[in-house]
C-alpha cells in the first residue's frame, strides 16, 4: 500500500495522540488517589507538564537568567524548548504533525463538510484583525513574565503551591468545570466546526510563537512556477488560506508543514518542502521521522541529566488534595509534621486531664 504525505502525516498524529491520552489517564488516576487520601502507587507522568505553558515560560526566563533549570517542574520547560526546536526546521509544523487540539480541528473541519458541506471563510479584514489576537495574547504573556516580573519574583512563583500544584488545579477546572467555562468551550467547539482550525488560527498563542520562531525556519514549502498549470488546488486545501500561487518560497507564520498542497497537486514537481534551495525535496516520512527523533533525543537527555521528573514528594501532593480530610490507615506513616503536632497536643491535654481527676479523687477518698 503506498503511503501518502497526508497517510503519514496522520499516522504520527495518531502516535503523539494516544501518548497524550496515555498521560491523562495515567495523571487522573494518580490524583484520584491522591484525593482519596492514599498515596498512588502509579508514578506521576512528567509529560503532563507539556500542558503548563505558563510555568515553561517562567522556568525559561529563570534558565536563561540563573542557568539553573528549577526543579519544579522541569519537563515543562524541556518539552517547550523542544516545540520551539522544532519550529526552526519545519516551521508550525508542531500544530498540524503533533499537537492533539490540531489533530481535533481538523477532525471539527472533516465534521464541518460532513454537516454543512461548505467551510466559512471570513472577509479577509476581519481575518486579519482576528489573526491577531493570538499575537497579542502571547505578547501579552511574554511581556509580563520577561518584562515585568524579577528574577526574586520568578522565584517566588515558582515554588508557590499555585505553580507547584498547577497541573492538579488544571485537571480540576476540567472535573469540576464551571458553567462559564463550559459554555466558552462549547461556543470555541462550535466556531472550530463553523471556522476552519478557529482556535489553532484566530487564538492559540503557542502556534503565534511558533509562527514567529519559523517565520526563520530552515524549511519551507517550495514552488517551481515554470512547472505550475495555476489550477489553485493549492490554495483550496491550505489550512493556513495561503496564496500559494503567488509565491516561490512560502514563508507565510500560518504555515504549519502540513504537505495537503503537496499531495493534491496534479504536477508532482511543482511544491515541496525544502531544507537548502536547489537541493531534493524532503518526503513526509522524513518529516515524521525527524520529530519522533527530536521529542525521543529531548526527553531521554533530559532524563538522563536528571531534568525530567519533578522534586515535588508525594506527601505534599497528598497534602494539597486532601487538606481537610483524615488520613487512611495506608497514609498513616505519611502525616504532615503539623498534624502530628496538633495530636501530640491532644494527647498531653488528654492525659492533664486524666491526672487532674486521679489528683482530685485522691483528695476526696482522704
Keep these: 500500500m503506498k503511503t501518502t504525505p ?54 525559561l526566563k529563570h534558565w536563561l537568567y540563573t542557568g539553573i533549570i528549577n526543579s519544579i517542574h522541569p519537563s515543562a520547560l524541556v518539552l517547550f524548548l523542544i516545540i520551539c526546536a522544532t519550529a526552526v526546521v519545519t516551521k508550525k509544523g508542531f500544530c498540524s504533525w503533533v499537537c492533539p487540539i490540531g489533530f481535533l480541528s481538523e477532525g471539527a473541519a472533516k465534521l464541518n463538510g460532513m454537516l454543512l458541506k461548505k467551510t466559512l471563510r471570513l472577509p479577509a479584514i476581519f481575518d486579519v484583525l482576528l489573526r491577531s489576537l493570538k499575537y497579542l495574547i502571547a505578547g501579552f504573556f511574554i ?24 497541573d492538579i488545579k488544571m485537571l480540576k477546572f476540567f ?29 492559540c498563542p503557542y502556534g503565534a510563537l511558533l509562527g514567529i520562531i519559523g517565520f526563520l525556519s530552515l524549511g519551507r514549502i517550495h514552488r517551481q512556477p515554470s512547472h505550475c498549470i495555476d489550477c489553485g488546488r ?35 514537481k511543482v511544491l515541496g518542502f525544502k531544507l537548502v534551495p536547489g537541493r531534493k525535496s524532503l518526503g ?21 541529566s536528571g ?18 480530610t483524615a488520613p487512611s490507615s495506608k497514609t498513616l506513616n505519611h502525616i504532615s509534621p503539623e498534624k502530628m503536632q496538633r ?12 491526672m487532674q481527676n486521679l489528683q482530685k479523687s485522691n483528695e476526696a477518698q482522704k
Excluded at 343 to 354: D, H, K, P, S, V
Aim: hydrophobic content about 45%.
Design 6 to 59: 497526508l497517510s503519514t502525516r496522520r499516522s504520527v498524529q495518531i502516535i503523539f495522540s494516544g501518548i497524550v491520552v496515555f498521560i491523562g489517564i495515567r495523571f487522573y488516576l494518580f490524583v484520584s488517589c491522591l484525593e482519596n487520601g492514599v498515596l498512588p502507587e502509579i508514578e506521576r507522568p512528567a509529560g503532563v507538564e507539556a500542558f503548563l505553558p505558563i510555568s515553561a515560560l517562567v522556568s
Design 284 to 304: 513526509a516520512m522524513a518529516i515524521a521521522i525527524f520529530f519522533v527523533l527530536i521529542f525521543t533525543a529531548g526527553i531521554t537527555t533530559a532524563g538522563l
Design 234 to 268: 493549492c490554495e483550496t486545501v491550505c489550512p493556513g488560506n495561503i496564496d500559494i500561487r503567488q509565491k516561490t518560497w512560502i514563508n507565510s507564520l500560518e504555515c504549519s508543514t502540513c504537505m495537503s498542497c503537496i499531495e493534491t497537486c496534479p504536477e508532482k
Design 343 to 354: 495530636m501530640i497536643l491532644m494527647m498531653n491535654q488528654f492525659r492533664a486531664q486524666n
Design 143 to 166: 511581556y509580563q513574565i520577561f518584562y515585568k516580573m524579577s528574577v526574586s519574583s520568578i522565584e517566588q512563583f515558582i515554588h508557590s503551591p499555585y505553580n507547584q500544584f498547577a
Design 175 to 203: 472535573k469540576d468545570m464551571s458553567t462559564t467555562a463550559f459554555i466558552v468551550i462549547v461556543v470555541l467547539i462550535c466556531l472550530t466546526i463553523t471556522i476552519r482550525n478557529f482556535w489553532c488560527r484566530y487564538l
Design 307 to 324: 531534568h525530567w521528573k519533578n522534586n515535588i514528594p508525594l506527601q505534599a501532593y497528598l497534602q494539597h488534595a486532601t487538606p481537610d
